[in-house]
């Protein structure tokens, strides 16, 4: 037969309850947030010192700013580039400026940092909410 768990219907308790809920994330995202910075990728540090929290209640995110976030997470096919405000790209191989009217890029491959920091710590993140609870009901 299931234990079943009644809490005192008590309407103090809720505030006290959400709170606890509430700091517990917080704490769960600011783990991600430190552990996303430990495994970015790093050439200028950009991926790794542009991470921030968003809370709002019980949802929280962890981003980061910088617009090739997710080609660095999740890898890029094949792609052509081509100049936006120029006839022709430029840019420095082995020292010397090359120009050429179109690059074939061969893509890049995935360096995950934000699915590890999230996936590989989910009873860590659990235990940081299950432990604000624990603290309002000593």
Known sequence: MPAEVKFDENPRWKPLLDKAIERGLRKALLEVKNRVKTTAPVDKGNLKNNNYIEQKGFAG???NTMEYAPDVEYGTKPHVILPKNKSYLAFKINGKW??????NHPGT????????????????LLAKVNNEIRKLLK
């Open 61 to 63: 995110i962890v981003y």
């Open 98 to 103: 090359v120009r050429t009217k179109k690059v």
């Open 109 to 124: 491959k995935p360096q995950p940092f934000y699915r590890p920091a999230l996936y590989n710590n989910t009873s860590l």
